[in-house]
């Protein structure tokens, strides 16, 4: 490591698989800040680098995933932006519902830990967002950025979420329960989710606070973290977030971006094809075609103008 590059520049996970960046990542805690094992399903590593904080909640097996970079988001933005970074890591979706997470929580409110920061940002997807919100309320005038989170999987409140009932034998009423109520001590929260995705919507549907803003990702799906990094607008969102200045335009202007994505661009088609709107439609996969120049908005527009062919025939 250079003397003109940061801790998370120098210690670079990019190139890293597997056991060896989680090695390198969890030795990087220990030299330049903490590292701690947190019961059987849980850990947290903090680095400590700049005034502002990022405490972000990832799932270990995503890291796998040779799309995610093989590198928690915390460690994304501690290279570019230069921020400190606490992370914690489940083996498992378990919404990092721990006593042992608990605890960790308790000690560094206790300790003033936080307080240390000139501004925290929490940030999670899915079952981190939920585990972001939750985990706010222990600084008080932090920021929030969730993706696609859930508000409980509490049968009583979420028994309508169908998807996580294996999960359900953990506790979501007792402490760090609720997400939503969870958020009323943060300065900001922002809830991004697809609302073609009906219980994500429904979830966050329930985050309706006043310092809360629910901003809209139609097409981005059940990978709406992968995807907005996809479109490269994802380290943007977060330094906003952190900013407390991310507003309805500004993100409607880094969304546009989304009109050169494939995935993107793939949903769009299939929600105007099922609604039988064929001009619509053969302009969004010329669209997709001039953009991307993939060969399934090539092989699709053939499809609906030989449809739209056939249907002026008909008249």
Not at 12 to 20: A, H, N, P
Not at 252 to 265: C, H, S, V
Request: hydrophobic share 40%; aromatic share 10%.
């Amino acid at each position: 490591m250079s003397e003109e590059e940061g801790i998370h520049e120098g210690l670079d996970l990019s190139d890293l698989e597997g056991e060896t960046w989680r090695a390198t990542f969890r030795e990087a805690g220990k030299q330049f800040g903490f590292h701690e094992n947190l019961g059987d399903e849980h850990e947290a590593v903090f680095v400590e680098e700049g005034r502002r904080l990022i405490v972000s909640f990832e799932v270990d097996s995503r890291m796998d995933d040779p799309a995610t970079d093989y590198r928690p988001r915390s460690w994304v933005m501690g290279e570019e932006a230069g921020w400190s970074t606490l992370t914690l890591l489940s083996r498992g979706e378990t919404w990092f519902r721990d006593p042992a997470v608990y605890r960790l929580m308790d000690r560094l409110t206790d300790d003033g830990f936080f307080d240390d920061f000139e501004e925290v940002l929490f940030y999670g997807a899915g079952s981190g967002g939920y585990a972001a919100a939750t985990f706010s309320v222990a600084a008080p005038g932090a920021r929030v950025l969730a993706l696609r989170p859930q508000a409980t999987l509490s049968a009583d409140t979420a028994g309508w979420d169908g998807r996580y009932r294996a999960h359900r034998m953990r506790d979501f009423e007792g402490r760090y329960g609720y997400a939503p109520d969870m958020l009323d001590a943060a300065d900001a929260a922002y809830v991004l989710y697809d609302p073609h995705q009906e219980e994500d919507a429904m979830h966050a549907a329930l985050f309706r606070r006043v310092n809360v803003m629910r901003l809209r990702c139609p097409h981005m799906g059940l990978a709406l973290d992968r995807n907005l990094h996809g479109m490269g607008i994802l380290t943007s969102l977060m330094r906003r977030a952190m900013a407390g200045d991310l507003t309805a335009l500004s993100f409607a202007r880094a969304f546009r971006a989304r009109r050169k994505f494939p995935p993107y661009l793939r949903g769009f088609l299939a929600e105007v094809q099922d609604t039988g709107r064929v001009r619509q439609a053969i302009r969004v996969a010329r669209h997709g075609l001039e953009t991307t120049g993939r060969p399934l908005f090539r092989k699709r527009l053939g499809q609906l103008q030989d449809q739209a062919k056939a249907q002026t025939a008909a008249e």
